[in-house]
Structure formats: structure tokens, C-alpha cells
Nanobody
Framework: QVQLVESGGGLVQAGGSLRLSCAAS????????VGWYRQAPGKQRELVAS???????NYADSVKGRFAISRDNAKNTVYLQMNSLKPEDTAVYYC?????????????????WGQGTPVTVSS
């Protein structure tokens, strides 16, 4: 099965840090951009940060200077380092990417969302 798996979420106090991971299985995304999104209760999903295959990054204004996205192509993993967390960062965080299938009987590029990892920042 081609999928993205996030990890690293949890409960943290305001001002704290967390590092989220997004790993691809059943495929690779080394040649594609990857995005981190979040969805807070009652709000629409929004793009938080993205990184191209070449390492060019982009951030939402609300997280600039606090969050950093990076990728390790050898591990087929993208990270989101979140520092100086605020209560308004509380949300479920998702990664999204076009994944090139590498498992038998599966061909092509599949757009995949991870299952989400919850982040709660207490004040």
C-alpha cells in the first residue's frame, strides 16, 4: 500500500517545540514537493509549509521564523520542526505529496495524504 505516515505530534506548553515526521512507504517522493497542512477544529485545512524536490521552502505567514521544513531523501522522510509554539498552532497536522509507487502491482504517481498527527499547545 502506498501511504504517508506522520508522527511526532503531542501535547506541549506554549513556547515549546515539536518535530513532526512524514515518511512514505510503498513509494518515494524524492522527486516531488511535499506539503505540511493543518486543520484546527471548525476551520478549513491550511498549508503551513512546503518543500520542493530541490529544497526550496515556503511558509505561511503565521509560522515564518518559528517552523522549519526539511527533507532527508535517503530516508524518504520530510520533517517539520516547530518552535515557539502558540495555542493557536493547535490542530491536526497532515502531510501531502505525490508518491511514485514502488511496490509490485502498483504503477504511477499517487497523491496521498497522511492520517494526521494531533498537536495541542496549552497556554
Amino acid at each position: 500500500q502506498v501511504q504517508l505516515v506522520e508522527s511526532g505530534g503531542g501535547l506541549v506548553q506554549a513556547g515549546g517545540s515539536l518535530r513532526l515526521s512524514c515518511a512514505a512507504s510503498g513509494g518515494i517522493f524524492t522527486d516531488n514537493a511535499v506539503g505540511w497542512y493543518r486543520q484546527a477544529p471548525g476551520k478549513q485545512r491550511e498549508l503551513v509549509a512546503s518543500i520542493t524536490s530541490g529544497g526550496v521552502t515556503n511558509y505561511a505567514d503565521s509560522v515564518k521564523g518559528r517552523f522549519a521544513i526539511s527533507r532527508d531523501n535517503a530516508k524518504n522522510t520530510v520533517y517539520l520542526q516547530m518552535n515557539s509554539l502558540k495555542p493557536e498552532d493547535t490542530a491536526v497536522y497532515y502531510c501531502n505529496a505525490d508518491v511514485i509507487a514502488t511496490i509490485p502491482n502498483t504503477v504511477g504517481v499517487l497523491n496521498r495524504w497522511g492520517q494526521g498527527t494531533p498537536v495541542t499547545v496549552s497556554s
